[in-house]
């Protein structure tokens, strides 16, 4: 049986790049028939991974059933898996995310979950020498992950860690980090082919905070002006969205790289009730700036309250 590797739905780069890794690593090193699979279309960032370094597309998949093997990575929240995640046959779990609660396995399993920014930094380690194995795309998908995650090193969960796996990963490769990120983020921004609702949806998480479901959704960009252009047909879009999903409210961050801050869509006052109550902010308009704010991991989803 061909074990299942994904990672979370609107895949992003590390949720993307980590299962083909984790799949390569199984096949090619443990002996154990795997392959990566996707919970949706990857973004643009995800993509331009994919086509640089030549590896294929995989497969995406709506749900799974109770005859199929998988190993979830990069999430362990079961709003972000498929419906039927409990009835498959949970092998391990990769993450570097807090642990939610409400998966169920059949018997123990390998639980790997570390404080670091990055689920293929985590897998690096895990792999040890049998890393050297590994062809130049793996690599370069590995090395991808983390400089996603951490945003070049911006981000607050990075960790000296992080930064030092992908330094060595980089100059394996022959890659310039700073070159080739800028790449990365360059395409993570062009987001003009996308409907205001996949925007909404692209790098989106649910979370319950005191009592109201949210769909904390963020837009990591070099070009925050191409987002925030259209505030007003996104924020129209919000109900809808919310309503489809089974939520209270969107929430959207649009997170500046470069100026490493992130501006708060406010529609209504319920955003503004919770943007001045978790970020100590004063709302004026239908905008707000939070200065230094990068990691929805991190710095958002714990300061949220009402």
């Known amino acids: 049986m061909t074990t299942l590797v994904f990672g979370h739905k609107s895949p992003d780069t590390d949720s993307t790049g980590s299962p083909i890794i984790w799949a390569w690593y199984l096949s090619e090193v443990k002996g154990t028939a795997a392959k990566p699979v996707l919970l949706g279309e990857p973004n643009t960032e995800a993509a331009f991974v994919l086509k640089h370094w030549g590896l294929e597309k995989p497969a995406i998949i709506a749900d799974v059933s109770a005859e199929d093997s998988v190993v979830i990575v990069d999430t362990n929240n079961p709003a972000e898996l498929p419906p039927s995640v409990n009835e498959a046959k949970i092998q391990g779990i990769i993450d570097h995310h807090m642990l939610v609660g409400g998966l169920k396995t059949r018997s123990p399993i390998d639980i790997t979950i570390r404080p670091l920014a990055c689920t293929a930094t985590i ?169 230094g704010i990068m990691s929805r991991k991190k710095q958002i989803i714990p300061a949220l309250k009402m």
Not at 169 to 195: C, H, N, Q, R, T
Not at 222 to 236: E, I, N, W
Not at 250 to 272: C, R, S, W, Y
């Open 123 to 291: 897998m690096h380690d895990l792999m040890g020498a049998d890393l050297a194995k590994a062809p130049k795309a793996i690599k370069g998908a590995m090395l991808s992950c983390i400089l996603s995650d951490t945003l070049e090193f911006r981000s607050p969960t990075t960790t000296a860690h992080d930064k030092a796996v992908a330094e060595k990963l980089a100059a394996d490769l022959g890659v310039k980090i700073a070159d080739y990120a800028a790449e990365m983020f360059a395409a993570k921004s062009d987001v003009s082919a996308f409907s205001d609702a996949e925007l909404l949806r692209m790098d989106s998480k649910e979370y319950n905070i005191d009592g109201k479901e949210l769909r904390v959704s963020v837009l990591e960009t070099t070009s925050p002006k191409a987002v925030l252009d259209r505030k007003a047909s996104l924020m129209a879009s919000m109900e809808g969205v919310a309503k489809e999903d089974g939520a209270d409210q969107v929430l959207l961050f649009v997170v500046d790289i470069l100026k490493e801050e992130a501006t708060l869509l406010v529609p209504n006052d319920l955003v503004k009730r919770i943007a001045e109550a978790s970020f100590g902010a004063k709302v004026a308009g239908d905008t707000v700036v939070l200065p």
